[in-house]
């Protein structure tokens, strides 16, 4: 069991490349989440998604766009990166809430990413 | 939206001492207030979450407080010891009719646990 795993760990980009950060989970969730983490700033929801098919915007959604086209599996992607979006990039995931109780949010291992 | 703020941005105690984080959020709606720590490189761990059903929650060294009037929510962490030291990050779900459970973080506490 291996948890929310994402893919890669590291990238550098210049600015105006595109790529796609991948997220990963094996724990039948249906809630799936990216989050970005800067100094200072804590994490920062960008997008969301409540299952298979279905995706929402978050606090900072501008610049990204995601895909979930299968339930274990969330992309999300970056069309022209700007030195803006150096960040270190957090998936997580979680049943859906059960009543008005909310499931625990668990976490991928982050991709450090920096835009030159 | 909901904001929530933490405070203080940075706190060093000394082994054995206790450790105070206090968070306030603007959402009377909000009913879910987690705590994740996070050791450096490494990924948020949930560590304690109280519903807003509760005033109080204990875990061995670790406590949390909600008062839901003044909106305000706490981690205290006894008998600190080095391990504690990492980033700890308060955060508050407002559940909107089932449908999300979006997480707004506080921008997180630098806990320094001294030898």
């Known amino acids: 069991n291996a948890g929310v795993t994402q893919t890669p760990k590291f990238r550098v980009l210049k600015t105006g490349q595109s790529m796609t950060l991948l997220c990963a989970q094996d724990?039948?969730?249906?809630?799936m989440y990216w989050y970005r983490q800067d100094p200072g700033m804590g994490l920062r929801l960008i997008h969301y998604?409540?299952?298979?098919?279905?995706?929402a915007k978050g606090e900072v959604p501008d610049g990204y766009n995601v895909s979930r086209l299968k339930k274990q599996n969330f992309l999300l992607g970056l069309e022209s990166a700007a030195p803006s979006q150096t960040s270190v990039y957090f998936c997580a995931s979680s049943f859906r809430a059960s009543g008005s109780i909310p499931g625990e949010q668990f976490f991928g291992p982050g991709t450090r990413l920096t835009v030159l | 939206g909901e904001n929530v703020e933490q405070h203080p941005s940075t706190l060093s105690v000394q082994e054995g001492d206790s450790a105070v984080i206090k968070c306030t959020y603007s959402?009377?709606?909000?009913?879910?207030f987690p705590w994740y720590k996070q050791e450096l490189g490494k990924r948020p761990q949930l560590i304690i979450d109280i519903r807003s059903n509760v005033g109080e929650k204990k875990d061995q060294r670790i406590a949390v407080t909600l008062n839901k009037t003044a909106k305000h929510f706490s981690l205290h962490i006894t008998e600190t010891q080095p391990e504690d030291s990492a980033v700890y990050f308060c955060a508050a779900s407002a559940n909107y009719g089932g449908a999300t459970n979006k997480l707004i973080f506080g921008t997180g506490t630098l806990l320094a646990v001294q030898p």
């Open positions: 959402d009377s709606a909000s009913n879910y």
């Open positions: 724990m039948n969730h249906e809630y």
């Open positions: 998604s409540v299952g298979e098919g279905t995706t």
